[in-house]
């Protein structure tokens, strides 16, 4: 195989490379998109469990004057069930955020190892033309 073969094979294996890295990096983008919508919709989720608890503690303050028989053991199901309960629903969503945000930023830290990869590949393309077109 001469010379200006081997050029052009590595020319192919590099362009191949290339197209492997922008199908991995595509479908890292997706991967992306899916978990910013995910983001969001716990959001919502955490924002709508604040609100309903901070309804709850309304209400909760709302009845002092209530002196029944069944106060005390309503105001402690209230404050250490379903006020604990929110906290506690409340911490797992900003886990889960948490959770969310580190998988996105380890997924750009990888789609900027393929931007790297791609860069150098059409560097090493552009040098393997410029060497077949001085070679002729």
């Known amino acids: 195989m001469s010379y200006t073969n081997n050029l052009y094979s590595e020319i192919r294996s590099a362009e191949a490379n290339i197209k492997d890295y922008e199908n991995k990096n595509t479908k890292i983008q997706q991967k992306i998109r899916l978990l910013r919508n995910a983001k969001k919709e716990i959001k919502k989720f955490r924002k709508d469990a604040n609100s309903q608890r901070k309804r709850i503690i309304k ?5 002092k004057g209530w002196k029944g028989s069944n106060y005390n053991e309503y105001k402690i199901k209230i404050d250490g069930q379903i006020i604990e309960g929110y906290k506690t629903y409340n911490n797992g969503l900003n886990n889960v955020l948490d959770s969310i945000d580190d998988e996105i930023s380890r997924l750009r830290n990888e789609s900027y190892r393929l931007d790297g990869n791609m860069e ?4 090493r393309v552009n040098w393997l033309y410029r060497e077949i077109e001085n070679g002729i």
């Not at 209400?59 to 009845?63: D, E």
Request: no cysteine; glycine share 12%; hydrophobic share 45%.
């Open 59 to 63: 209400m909760s303050k709302g009845l």
């Open 120 to 123: 150098s590949l059409r560097v």
